[in-house]
């Protein structure tokens, strides 16, 4: 188990496109073993490669451990193949932004393909906190953070007293 320390913005690797993947092997294997532990004991309900420092493209997630049951899920290589015309907003908070709170406005759900840990394709349609949750990492693989889709003024507010 290692638990690896998460990088604060606006440390320049949050703010970068990462790269593929492409083939799992166990050194990504573990990687994301890794990015799983940090996660919970942060603790968070998701967490995406760049947020340790890895300008690569997986992240995990596990929406349901603080109310119960873990469900942790691995993503190699994400993308939204659909996403629904209904928008919501709501709050995010980011572990790479402590103390910041931003109201954020996505497609209510969306579906996603990815590669699991054993390497097989997998798809599912996440809805609720899950499609939040999904979207605002995947955001972090194209070196997005939530401060990015804020206009100018809810971005200030939103950094009022921030120190990285
Ligand atoms: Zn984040």
Redesign the pocket.
Known sequence: MSVLPILHWPDPVLSRPCAPVGTVDEAIRQFARDLLDTMYAAPGR?L?AP?VGRALRVFVMDVTWKDGAPDPVVLFDPVIDWASDVEVAGPEA????PGVTATVKRPASVRMRWTTLDGSAAAATFTGFAAVCAQ??LD?LDGR??LDRLAPESRAAALAGYAA
């Open positions: 998701g995406a947020q980011c572990l790479s932004i605002h990492e972090h953070v939530i």
